[in-house]
């Protein structure tokens, strides 16, 4: 009987020794703060909206806007880069995301245009690093201001092991062209949708 006294008390230490260890592993990824730059996002004309669980974002658009055929208003071309800086807790080395991209528009006939999605992350690799772009055509934005949306699932890797944060950066761009002056067109991104869906190795 004395082996099950002195078993006992290790059967004890493990199974809380486990517990310890799968509450460290259910550590998640936190998105720690949002930030931006470029033509489509000046300051002050973009807000951002955090859950409060920290693993998803709102980047709402205000002036990320491209328009042709007429001498006023914005450019033919623009783009955004937002980061996201994301805490890595110990021993993670491989997360992926949802990342989605909305806007509308309206484009004449003769009209045609893109928008398109690169993806970067401070330490480390991203796949893809380039999103297949949108391409907006008449058939496609027709009548009054059309909703568009693109959906990206993104995955990085990094060999750092120590807890410690990232910057995930998705740079956004669109554009618009046409070989007709009288063609007119018109596409706005509406907002960023940012999830972190999956980690692995924490």
Request: glycine share 8%; charged share 15%.
């Amino acid at each position: 009987m004395r082996p099950l006294f002195t078993f006992l008390p290790f059967t004890a230490v493990a199974a809380q020794s486990a517990r310890h260890v799968k509450a460290r592993q259910a550590s998640p990824i936190l998105i720690t703060n949002v930030t931006h730059q470029g033509r489509g996002c000046p300051e002050g004309w973009m807000a951002h909206d955090n859950d409060p669980d920290r693993r998803s974002t709102v980047i709402t658009y205000e002036a990320f806007q491209v328009s042709i055929g007429d001498n006023l208003g914005p450019p033919a071309s623009m783009s955004c880069d937002v980061t996201i800086g994301l805490r890595f807790p110990s021993g993670c080395t491989m997360a992926t995301y949802d990342i989605t991209f909305r806007g509308f528009g309206l484009v004449d006939s003769g009209v045609t245009g893109s928008a398109t999605a690169q993806f970067s992350i401070s330490s480390g690799t991203v796949s893809p690093s380039t999103g297949d772009p949108i391409s907006f055509s008449p058939s496609i934005l027709r009548g009054d201001n059309v909703n568009w949306i693109k959906a990206y699932n993104v995955a990085s890797t990094t060999r750092l092991q120590g807890a410690r944060e990232l910057n995930l950066t998705v740079r956004n761009g669109m554009s618009l062209s046409t070989s007709n002056r009288n063609s007119k067109g018109n596409i706005q991104a509406e907002f960023l949708l940012f999830h972190v869906k999956s980690q692995s190795g924490c």
